[in-house]
């Protein structure tokens, strides 16, 4: 069972910039398919940024140039880089991975809550305008 906690969200205004990390709980060396997921009140939750075991990403259209993942698999922990906050940005996010016995999943899937196994409890991140 792998753990996963997120940390740095917080409140910042339009145009600033917050910097997530995910610890994860156990070794993820090119084990896994890693993520950020985001979800605002009354909304489903949804993929922000998807990261494969070979440093390989994927990003959501509304996030594309804002937002940069990365692994750092010696220290087994994720990170989203966010930058340009919007008000729309404003929402819980969520640290996500894919378990090992899943194998790999197609680029297709890697925004989809459904390729995932692990979840955080989500930092909250609110921006204002």
């Known amino acids: 069972q792998v753990q996963l906690v997120e940390s740095g969200g917080g409140s910042v205004q339009a145009g600033g910039s917050l910097r997530l990390s995910c610890a994860a709980s156990e070794y993820t060396y090119g084990t896994y398919l890693m993520g950020w997921f985001r979800q605002a009140p009354g909304a489903e939750r949804v993929g922000v940024a998807g990261i494969d075991a070979d440093g390989s990403t994927k990003y959501a259209d509304g996030v594309k140039g804002r937002f940069t993942i990365s692994r750092d698999n010696a220290k087994n922990t994720l990170t989203l880089q966010m930058n340009s906050l919007k008000p729309e940005d404003t929402a819980m996010y969520y640290c996500?991975?894919?378990?090992?016995?899943?194998?790999?999943?197609?680029?297709?899937?890697?925004?989809?809550?459904?390729?995932?196994?692990?979840w955080g409890q989500g930092t909250q991140v609110t921006v204002s305008s």
């Open positions: 996500a991975a894919r378990a090992k016995a899943r194998g790999r999943a197609h680029s297709t899937w890697w925004l989809q809550p459904e390729a995932y196994d692990y």
